[in-house]
């Protein structure tokens, strides 16, 4: 069982920057493939980011390649979302996910275990 705490959302002008963590709890969180996603107004959630167990492995959508990257410290069960070059398309909510497997996930029925989401909002 993973329990999953999105913060570091906010309003940010476009080309600003954020950093997104997600804090883990369990003790095998760094067995686990982690994802990224966001959901804006009337659209689905979309995927945005995943990482391997060890990090070393990442994929992007792209829609962000270039501008965000995905990293973890599993000494401190914590997933990070760099998000640079803003723009007010990427306005949404962030949500955190995590499944065990040994693929990276880039769908969202492929993961067992959701944050609450936390909110980005990029102006003009």
């Known amino acids: 069982q993973v329990q999953l705490v999105e913060s570091g959302g906010g309003l940010v002008q476009a080309g600003g920057s954020l950093r997104l963590s997600c804090a883990a709890s369990?003790?095998?969180?760094?067995?686990?493939?982690v994802g990224w996603f966001r959901q804006a107004p009337g659209k689905e959630r979309e995927f945005v980011a995943a990482?391997?167990?060890?990090?070393?492995?990442?994929y992007y959508a792209d829609s962000v390649k270039g501008r965000f990257t995905i990293s973890r410290d599993n000494a401190k069960n914590t997933v990070y979302l760099q998000m640079n070059s803003l723009k007010v398309e990427d306005t949404a909510v962030y949500y955190c996910?995590?499944?065990?497997?040994?693929?990276?996930?880039?769908?969202?029925?492929?993961?067992?275990?959701w944050g609450q989401g936390t909110q980005v909002t990029v102006s003009s």
């Open positions: 369990g003790r095998t969180f760094s067995t686990y493939v």
């Open positions: 996910a995590a499944v065990i497997s040994i693929t990276l996930v880039t769908t969202t029925g492929g993961y067992d275990y």
């Open positions: 990482a391997s167990w060890s990090g070393h492995s990442t």
